[in-house]
């Protein structure tokens, strides 16, 4: 293979700045050779504009970075500890689930941690079920139920008996119409200002786990889903067990 550059290498000059600085950083000891040069060069300061030493730049460079890196790192320890304490409330419902001895207590149970535990305005849980033993729970929708259908077809399930081989991300911050909004929080629908929607998916039923905020950013569409997702499968699970 030749080594010769292309026409095009050939044709395109470097400006002289591009070359001196291509020169000083293939030469990183070029200013421990040429030390005079350096004590006379000067930068203008980034602020001010007067002109200042580049060893004084190369200070100002150094903490301003320092500066950026320490930002980082709380905001890095910031995400940590609030990793932490949902980790710990995601165990805490888990336990919860686990202890539940019947329907009543698991639903009743998942509602009221998931609001005081999660810091939730509004917690409703959609279901269907085949049994005919839990029809008029007020979580157990009727079959036919075609605003829980749509809402299960926006989630990414699917409306009839069989479902998606693996369930989708929790949906949030989408826009519902008044009808829906209604439908989901009853009274509380208008005070409701971001949702979080969670597919249960199991063997014995389908259900949506509905999550309300009066805060308009607590759930936006680029928000991570793990933790929620976790929920869904942990009250699935729960749930699952008991019917």
């Not at 509004?122 to 033993?133: C, D, N, T």
């Not at 949906?171 to 519902?176: I, R, S």
Request: aromatic share 6%; net charge negative.
């Amino acid at each position: 293979m030749s080594n010769k550059p292309s026409s095009g290498e050939q044709n395109k000059e470097l400006s002289w700045e591009d070359a001196v600085a291509r020169y000083l950083e293939g030469n990183p000891d070029y200013f421990l050779r040429y030390p005079a040069l350096l004590e006379g060069l000067n930068v203008p300061h980034p602020g001010t504009g007067t002109a200042v030493s580049l060893i004084e730049r190369q200070v100002q460079v150094l903490r301003d970075r320092n500066q950026e890196l320490s930002q980082q790192l709380r905001e890095l320890l910031s995400i940590a500890r609030e990793n932490d304490v949902l980790a710990d409330r995601l165990h805490r419902f888990a336990l919860a689930m686990i202890d539940s001895s019947s329907l009543d207590e698991a639903l009743g149970t998942a509602r009221d941690m998931l609001r005081q535990q999660f810091k939730l305005d509004a917690v409703v849980i959609l279901l269907k079920a085949g049994s005919e033993r839990l029809a008029g729970r007020p979580e157990f929708v009727d079959a036919f139920d075609q605003r829980f259908d749509q809402l299960l077809r926006q989630l990414g399930g699917v409306g009839d008996s069989t479902l998606a081989a693996s369930p989708p991300k929790p949906l949030c911050g989408a826009m519902h119409g008044v009808d829906i909004m209604s439908y989901l929080f009853a009274g509380q629908a208008q005070t409701i200002r971001s949702t979080a929607m969670v597919l249960l998916s199991g063997a014995e039923m389908r259900g949506i786990m509905c999550l309300g905020s009066t805060d308009p950013l607590r759930f936006h569409p680029q928000m991570g889903t793990v933790y929620l997702a976790r929920l869904g499968e942990i009250l699935t699970s729960g749930l699952g067990r008991l019917l």
